[in-house]
RNA sequence: GCGGGAAUAGUGUAGUGGUUAUCACAGGGGCUUCCCAAGCCCUUAACCCGGGUUCAAAUCCCGGUUUCCGCACCA
């Protein structure tokens, strides 16, 4: 059963994560700015949850981790090739105001010709009649557009990174002798990212600073492979033919629908990992990008792609950039990045936009009760506060009970939460929104037998009667036992 | 960036020139021996920013910002 699109459901999403505290616009006071979005509390924890997975995942195949920074020389960036790509001649209407990249202008007219300069643009746009393809009058105004954030420091231009890969690229040699001079080598990083979006829009879908994850696979050379897809786990694959394949990636790999085993096998990881984190399978599927669509560095690229309101959102792309990026830096710095001689590695690059993940996984877990009220279905290790304890009234000595019992519960399991205003039925609905999965209330029979209830939130069932020294039986809660008894709801 | 809507408490909203600026939910306090947003009382809290028109502007006009829908863009 295929996932049927809800309309409006990342509306209804906006107004909870506002309202609770998942994410909300930047710098409101201020009148806000586009692109820009802060995390509150629960969704710096969410965010935290899923790097945690996402390093997981990575750790667990042999992969290290790296911090580089944000601030990058020109130098660099030219050698990657995005100062070419990322900086557009555009060239503006001056009667409907509209603004086109002026290689695709001239592209249109039939002269495949890649401007390099606005004084090149100029003199392209005064030798021929180019037409405005929105109004038809003729284009008259050439200026730069850049894609990426430009800042300096005395005579040095640096940009804010576009992506976190170029940090790992240029460690290469350290990063090889740090692994004892062998492949495969895998290096992750996680971090911001910036691009100068022309219209950012959806909130956190298409920001101008935005969070990534991305590693690079730097595998020996092709033949050799060391990571194959184990073919436990079926995918839909939509292939740059427009056909669809429902098969495991194992199987992919024998029909040639993926050129390579290692491609599959970071696409099967990246796509347990989207589903260990809490996001819907049934929403899910691999997209292959065209040839004419391919990044300048890449070979084969297979975007996961998430269902939205009826269309696909990229969350991450698994790009084959070969030996792009090594030969590169290999001819801008002088540098010998070659492994065992002169063999180049070639790389593999799972990239995950976080923010998306992190709206995939809320629109997978967004539901209702019969009553309407919301629940947020979050795997429980994925949710903010893992533990509400609850009094069933303040009075009584309850309330003291309960703060005790929550003292001691929070240090052990540090994201509990304490709720006791309002009615307990009020609260349950709180803790429920926000996806918290369990809650422990403190009652009458907790001050005298030393009991209390624990409710689960999908079900809205209970465990009475549990003794209160049980609770700390286990060091993990998520973990104790005495949670089998909801069993698998 | 373009075109068209829109912008009022934390959230969702009413309000077409003169209102103590509406209502609900959420938040805080209290009452109710209270297990799934019950009820009652009290309370906190808002007209996006800047100009203009007018005796008077949340309301009309202009500019900006943000946002939504289309188009374009998404390397």
Known sequence: MRYVSKQGELEELMEIAKRRGFFWPSFSIYGGFSGLNDYG?????????VYEKWKRAFASVGGIEIDTPNLTPEVVLKASGHIDKFLDIAAECGSCKNRFKLENILSDAGYEIV????????????????????????????????LMFKTESGSESYFLRPETAQGIFVNFKLLLNYNKGKLPLIVYQQGKGYRNEIAPRQGLIRQRE??????????????????????????????????????DLSQAVEKSVIKSAEH?????????????????????????????????YSSECW???????????????????????????????????????????????????????IVSILLSSMSKRDSGYNVMKLPAPMA?????????????????????????????????????????????????????????????ETMEKNMVT???????????????????????????PILDQFGSQ
């Open 264 to 296: 599959a096998f970071f696409m099967e990881l990246i796509l347990s990992f989207a589903v260990d984190v809490g996001i819907d399978e049934t929403r899910l599927r691999f997209r292959q990008h065209r040839d004419d669509e391919l990044a300048h």
């Open 303 to 357: 975007d996961l792609e998430f269902n939205m309101e009826g269309s696909w959102l990229e969350i991450t792309g698994i790009s084959d950039r070969g030996t792009y990026d090594l030969t590169r830096h290999m001819e801008k710095s002088g540098e010998n990045l070659a492994y065992e001689g002169n063999q180049i590695a070639r790389v593999i690059e799972p990239a995950t936009g976080v923010d998306r993940v």
């Open 115 to 146: 401007p390099e300069s606005v004084e090149e643009g100029e003199k392209l746009l005064s030798d021929h009649i180019l037409k405005c393809p929105r109004c038809g009058a003729r284009l008259d105004k050439v200026f730069e557009f850049h």
């Open 41 to 49: 509390p629960l969704g710096s924890l969410l965010k935290n949850r």
């Open 384 to 444: 903010p506060y893992r533990i509400a304890v609850l009094p069933l009234q303040k009075k009584d000595g309850l309330s003291e009970k309960a703060q005790e019992i929550f003292k001691r519960l929070r240090s052990m399991e540090p994201y509990t939460v304490y709720d006791e205003s309002g009615t307990i039925g009020r609260r349950y609905a709180r803790q429920d929104e926000i996806g918290t999965p369990y809650c422990i209330t403190v009652d009458y």
């Open 210 to 247: 935005f969070n990534m994850a991305e590693a690079e696979v730097f595998l020996p050379e092709e033949g050799s492979e060391v990571f194959a897809p184990s073919g436990n786990r079926e995918a839909q694959l939509f292939d740059k033919y427009g056909k669809t394949h429902t098969m």
């Open 454 to 480: 624990i409710r689960e939130r999908n079900s809205t069932g209970q465990i009475k009667n549990i003794d209160v020294e049980l609770l700390f039986s286990h060091p993990d809660f998520l973990s104790n």
